[in-house]
């Protein structure tokens, strides 16, 4: 199963907006709670500048990005933990992704309609963390009682969990997240186990005016939460979705000029693309040369058998080595030669851990 990326936020702040910009996949949208009910999926391309770079020097056929998913989550109102609106149903969805990307708005302006009458960001965010608080603590309220009489015992898995459970309960209550407590490594498998809203990854998008794209922090609004966010170890960035949508749907040789008319230097989708990615722990290698110069998507802390495992089954069942060289080395160097003259090209075994950037040929042998 794809790793995923939720988008959540509450009704009408932009979230499939964001979502048809980022993957233009055209999902509903319209000007009222609720116009997204099952979660709306898209493949998105991960936009990496070092694979042109890696193409210069390395010529191939075709050039291939790497990808992932984001998911398009309906809006959550205040009261969804109990069953208000359809949130069941949306938690239920919060709880299969793997990180959460908060869509705040960050705008004034009466032609899109707010949930709550006021565009208040802090009071948004405060809805939507309320009711996965709330949804989390009756999760571990019900653990809680049966992990403490097992615990009595000598049920050491029992008692680790207990531990765990412990220092989640007290943080919960007190309204704040889990995301916001320090595991240990082994408390953190336990952690996993228990499939906490809370505990996910989170990344707060700040949807602006259009006059704001230039200079989020000109904005009253993303300051307020970017300050928040800071209060939970989160990033946020700032972007326009009506704007981004606009630009998505540009030819190429359009776009460039659209961000220069707005003072931006880079499209924020691509920003944010590249933020979920690694809020999911998502690292890219490449191969480069003959028919094509391909990124390739591996969990970060992986070693290089199970990068080559991304390519195929028989790389990493009968892995060899890894001829590797850092994109930095080949950017520097201008060639493969000179990389080798200069004795950067690194001959890896089974326990080397792959790095962001590095461009591999795999040796195996089945």
Do not use: C
Request: a negative charge; aromatic letters at 8%; hydrophobic letters at 45%.
């Amino acid at each position: 199963m794809a790793l995923t990326a939720g988008i959540v936020g509450l009704p009408n702040v932009g979230k499939s907006t964001l979502f048809n910009a980022i993957t233009k996949a055209g999902a509903e949208m319209a000007n009222y709670p609720f116009a997204t009910i099952e979660p709306n999926v898209g493949m998105v391309e991960v936009p990496d500048t070092r694979l042109a770079r890696i193409q210069e020097v390395v010529p191939a056929d075709k050039i291939i990005p790497t990808t992932f998913e984001f998911t398009d989550i309906a809006g959550i109102v205040k009261g969804a933990s109990q069953g208000e609106g359809l949130g069941n149903k949306f938690l239920e969805n919060i709880r299969q992704v793997n990180a959460i990307v908060h869509v705040v708005r960050a705008f004034d302006g009466d032609e899109i309609i707010h949930v709550n009458g006021v565009v208040d960001p802090l009071d948004d965010i405060e809805t939507i963390n309320t009711e996965l608080i709330l949804a989390d603590l009756e999760a571990v309220d019900k653990r809680y009682s049966k992990v403490a009489r097992a615990a009595k015992g000598n049920d050491k898995n029992a008692k680790a969990e207990f531990v765990v459970l412990e220092k989640i309960k007290p943080v919960l209550e007190a309204g704040k997240s889990a995301r916001t407590i320090t595991f240990t490594e082994e408390e953190q498998k336990i952690v996993k186990g228990l499939f906490l809203l809370t505990t996910k990854p989170i990344l707060y998008v700040a949807n602006l005016a259009e006059d704001d794209m230039a200079d989020p922090m000109g904005s009253k609004y993303f300051n307020q939460i970017k300050e928040f966010a800071a209060t939970e170890g989160a990033d946020v960035i700032g972007l326009s979705a009506s704007a981004e949508e606009e630009i998505a749907q540009l030819p190429e040789e359009e776009k460039a000029e659209f961000l220069e008319m707005a003072g931006v230097e880079e499209a924020g989708l691509n920003k944010l693309i590249r933020a979920a990615y690694h809020l999911l722990d998502l690292r890219t290698f490449f191969t480069a040369g003959g028919k094509e110069t391909r990124a390739w998507t591996f969990t970060a802390g992986s070693k290089a058998p199970q990068a080559a495992g991304v390519i195929h089954s028989d790389f990493e069942r009968g892995f060899i080595r890894a001829e590797t060289i850092a994109f930095s080395d080949l950017d520097e160097l201008g060639s493969v030669k000179a990389v080798k003259e200069a004795g950067k090209l690194r001959s890896e075994g089974k326990e080397y851990v792959v790095q962001d950037g590095d461009i591999i040929e795999f040796r195996f042998n089945v």
